[in-house]
């Protein structure tokens, strides 16, 4: 939000009332709406849908929002209060007593809802209303309510429905040093200081447009040195019709920038924001509709009385923020109430992100070749005490949590790409690689084997090498492990012990162990790095006060990270194996390497893994040392005999759904090879 539209915002708030730990002082109630038509979701009976605007107000002296960093530098009301507002979107039975009792918040992805993508396997919307949002209706079948709020302040409306926050300035004129990295796909003569393919987030805008008092060095990748550009050779701004026009929030570069080389700009930003208020909001907003019964205003909570628990869920940068808000000790309201009993993190590896810092940008993280210098793995990584023999530090991510007695039930979900490229490892390892952590009792980790990071999709190449993975890991698995979930912390029904490599069973191995026992595959290429994150240095006051000193970091010695083992085929050992990988007709993958006419072609995609097919027949193989299809699996009856076998124990551990092997083994059933 501009900071002009801010100023009278917080001017107008200021005049609201505001008694005890009210935290949401008013919610405004934009539209109701029936949802998807009036549908029936068996004994949860028809959905409706509550949108609006949610204004908080947090009190810098409570011990509960000592964590904010900046905090006390805001903008305060009357009553020394800090104001702003967020976004809101409520999915709810339209009686709630026939729902379940719990709330599910779905961590909002730069501003994106993803719970019915996921595990309604629903259309993808940010704007929920019809059937085809509702898709098989697994939430609502299982009478969830859904709740999504904003709490990223850099996320900007474009037209697609994004929740957004308004989160106020830290302070009026504060300036300071700040890093970005910037590396395309494509040559362009201009970027946005913070884009991504999600949308272009609102960065700090530099306080000078004079490239002489900024820094802008290129390099092939972070193993080369830099080359620095000379201040005539790229300006702030951005281009547009044939010509550069002064932005203080574009990198225009004269030449054009070279695809897949990384590009460092340390530059003088401003208009910080109070980034971590995003994550006290989000507290406070589950703390409202799980407890009052009315704003300060008079209007009524339309959950009020009908919420037991709350259970978080987020997907990759929002997994990372609902481990990076326990970490922080946002699982204890301005009350002292427990806000979330349950989470369930899928895909975030060991990282957490600069979510409560200083001219951090939220959306930055790192993986193999790019944003190594975000910090989104910090010291500590893994949720129990760890210290770590580099730098003598100690540290839990759920000590805060600990303290203050409200450590939710946690359930870490991983693919393969994030040990590839998210240091999954780390999450139960020691920094150095050389032992396995033992696993607290609330605490559980789940490899889904050979998958990618976000779930299976076309067999097209995309950025990469090689066809991308097409394994349908996300909604069957994490429909399994939220029933899991609800029990664990409904009815203290314990989950499935955890699934992960670990170094005592040889399953948790070395690059170079995957790489030499890989099979020959014409044409394939095979990896040459995965990420093993270095040990940052933002300066002494990065984790206390939010601040870097050191920009861009000093880089240390990196963490050890490990991969999990395979088997002849190239197919992971262990984890959850999903059906069509106890069974396969192809190597999954993790991991794939990025094609060239996207830069740095030895690299690893980001995110992205493989499906390599088996030849049908030994005839077809060419060179292939993997056995085909039908040396494998002589006739159709017998792969499906055996794919069955494998879906039936699969739900047996409790993996998979009944509705899941259903739609498993009827695609089973449509594949003919013989």
């Known amino acids: 939000m501009p900071r002009a539209a801010l100023v009278p915002l917080l001017g107008f708030l200021s005049v609201l009332p505001l008694t005890g730990p009210a935290e949401i002082v008013r919610l405004e109630v934009r539209e109701t709406i029936s949802f998807a038509g009036g549908r029936e979701f068996g004994a949860a009976g028809a959905y409706e849908r509550i949108s609006g605007r949610l204004w908080f107000a947090v009190d810098p002296a409570v011990p509960a929002n000592a964590r904010v960093h900046d905090l006390r530098l805001a903008p305060r009301s009357a009553d020394g209060r ?3 507002w967020t976004d809101f979107c409520l999915l709810k039975p339209v009686n709630p007593g026939k729902g379940n009792g719990r709330l599910l918040y779905d961590v909002a992805n730069r501003g994106n809802k993803l719970a019915l993508w996921t595990f309604n396997s629903g259309e993808r919307s940010n704007d929920p209303r019809s059937e085809a949002h509702a898709g098989n209706g697994f939430l609502m079948r299982g009478g969830w309510s859904l709740l999504w709020t904003g709490w990223n302040g850099e996320v900007q409306e474009d037209g697609n429905h994004r929740l957004l926050a308004g989160l106020p300035p830290a302070g009026q004129g504060i300036t300071g040093p700040a890093h970005l990295e910037i590396s395309t796909t494509e040559r362009v003569f201009s970027r946005a200081f913070s884009w991504s393919p999600w949308g272009v987030s609102k960065a700090f805008p530099a ?37 550069a026009v002064p932005d203080a929030t574009h990198v225009h570069i004269r030449e054009g920038f070279r695809p897949g080389w990384l590009y460092d700009l340390v530059y003088t930003a401003s208009q910080p924001r109070v980034n971590g208020l995003g994550l006290a909001a989000l507290r406070d907003a589950v703390a409202f509709f799980r407890h009052a019964d009315q704003d300060t205003r008079g209007t009524a909570n339309p959950m009020r009385g009908t919420l037991r628990q709350a259970v978080l869920f987020g997907i990759s940068q929002s997994a990372r923020l609902g481990h990076h808000f326990f970490y922080e000790g946002f699982n204890t309201d301005e009350a002292g109430r ?3 009993e349950g989470a369930l993190l899928h895909v975030a590896g060991a990282g957490r992100g600069a979510f409560n810092h200083r001219f951090r940008m939220t959306t930055d993280y790192g993986t193999q070749h790019e944003g190594r210098l975000s910090g989104s793995e910090l010291f500590p990584l893994a949720p ?7 730098t003598g530090q100690n540290g839990d991510t759920l000590e805060r949590a600990r303290a ?19 240091a999954a490892s780390l999450l139960h390892t020691d920094p150095q690689g050389t032992r396995d952590l033992e696993l607290p009792p609330e605490v559980r980790v789940y490899l889904v084997a050979g998958a990618q990071h976000l779930g299976g999709g076309e067999a097209d190449r995309g950025n990469c090498q090689q066809p991308r993975n097409t394994l349908d890991d996300r909604g069957p698995v994490l429909r399994a492990l939220l029933v ?18 670990r170094l005592a069973d040889g399953t948790l191995v070395t690059r170079e162990a995957v790489v030499s026992g890989f099979p020959k595959i ?17 300066g002494p006051r990065f984790d206390a006060e939010g601040i870097a000193e050191h920009v861009p970091p000093a880089v240390g010695m990196p963490y050890r990270t490990l991969l999990p083992a395979i088997d002849a085929d190239g197919n992971e050992t262990c984890g959850i194996l999903l059906p069509e990988v106890a069974v396969p007709l192809g190597t999954y993958t993790g991991w794939n390497l990025r094609a060239p006419e996207v830069g740095a072609e030895m690299m690893l995609s980001p995110l ?36 069955t076998r494998a879906a039936l124990a699969r739900q047996g551990e409790g993996f998979l759904l009944a509705e899941d092997v259903v739609a498993i083994l009827q695609r089973a059933a449509s594949r003919n090879f013989w």
Request: charged share 25%.
């Open 82 to 84: 800090v104001e702003g």
């Open 207 to 243: 306080a000078d447009l004079d490239t002489g008092r900024a820094r802008l060095t290129l390099r092939p990748d972070r193993y080369s040195a830099a080359v620095e550009l000379s201040p005539g050779d790229w300006a702030f701004a951005r281009w547009e019709d044939g010509r």
């Open 338 to 340: 427990q806000v979330f």
């Open 384 to 390: 129990m005490p760890v210290m770590d023999p580099v």
């Open 404 to 422: 203050a007695g409200h450590v939710p039930k946690l359930i870490f979900t991983q693919t393969s790409t994030e040990y590839w490229s998210r």
């Open 484 to 501: 899991a979930l609800e029990g664990w912390v409904g009815d203290q029904k314990a989950p499935p012990p955890s699934r992960y490599p």
């Open 522 to 538: 014409p044409g394939l290429n095979l990896p040459v790095h995965h990420y093993e994150p270095a040990r940052l240095d933002f």
């Open 608 to 643: 992205d893994g493989m499906f390599l097919p088996f030849a049908r027949t030994a005839a077809e193989r060419a060179g292939d040392s993997r056995r085909s299809i039908q040396e494998r699996h002589p006739t159709r009856a017998d792969y499906l005999d055996r794919i």
